[in-house]
């Protein structure tokens, strides 16, 4: 069975600068989340979907992050404009049904954003 | 608001010894609680689920314990081998209503294992 896939695994850009991340989750797999992970710290949820549906977006900043969903299947996690502190890896992660498991996450490899 | 508390924060072990780390959750009301394995440069991998009455379970190496009344966690593992260096994550799962769920991580114990 595939794992969640995504990409770029790599990306540097400079302050003020667009960048996109795309993935693509466990074929049947109805949520998905996209996690921002801090060196040396746990990850920290930025949007959950519900197929193509946003659950949770509370703490995605939304003047500069923006996420998308279209038909239920893969996702793309957009910054725009980059700052320093958005240096990160961004995980992305899915699962079966949100509410009928037992919360078990599958994550992607993460991309490994650098703001210069 | 939920939290979940790890220590170490890091750990330095040799080879073949035997090591234990915490996980204090605030979570409540609580559905379970996960270990995740999170080797450098890559996303991180459930080991072990516990649920309310679940008080201990074993994975190969690694033994979660649950107390729920304490709200405490532990993952012991023995007899340590280098590809254990990583980062452990303790995952704990809110219980709630009409099919949602929130999960609140901890900051994780980064795990060096040394020759």
């Known amino acids: 069975e595939a794992g969640v896939a995504q990409s770029p695994r790599y990306k540097i850009i400079e302050k003020r600068q667009s960048v996109a991340f795309w993935c693509n989750p466990i074929?049947?797999?109805?949520?998905l989340y996209w996690y921002q992970q801090i060196l040396g710290q746990g990850p920290k949820l930025l949007i959950q979907f519900q197929n193509n549906g946003v659950v949770d977006d509370s703490q995605l900043p939304k003047d500069r992050f923006s996420a998308e969903r279209l038909k239920g299947v893969d996702s793309t996690l957009k910054i725009q404009p980059a700052k320093l502190e958005d240096s990160a890896v961004y995980l992305c992660a899915s699962s079966l049904n949100g509410g009928k498991n037992t919360g078990e996450l599958f994550f992607g490899e993460g991309s490994r954003l650098t703001v210069l | 608001k939920n939290q979940v508390e790890q220590s170490p924060q890091s750990l330095i072990i040799l080879e073949g010894k035997n090591c234990t780390l915490q996980?204090?959750?605030?979570?409540?009301?609580?559905?379970?609680l996960r270990w995740y394995k999170q080797d450098t440069g890559r996303g991180p991998v459930s080991l072990t689920i516990?649920?309310?009455?679940?008080n201990t379970k074993s994975n190969g190496r690694y033994t979660a314990t649950l107390d729920a009344d304490t709200k405490q966690s532990s993952l012991h593992i023995t007899a340590s081998q280098l590809s254990d260096s990583a980062s452990y994550i303790c995952?704990?799962?809110?219980?709630?209503?009409?099919?949602?769920?929130?999960?609140?991580f901890g900051k994780g114990t980064k795990l060096s294992v040394i020759p």
């Open positions: 074929s049947g797999h109805a949520t």
């Open positions: 516990m649920t309310f009455s679940e």
């Open positions: 996980c204090n959750y605030t979570v409540s009301p609580f559905s379970n």
């Open positions: 995952v704990v799962r809110e219980a709630s209503g009409a099919g949602s769920y929130q999960l609140t």
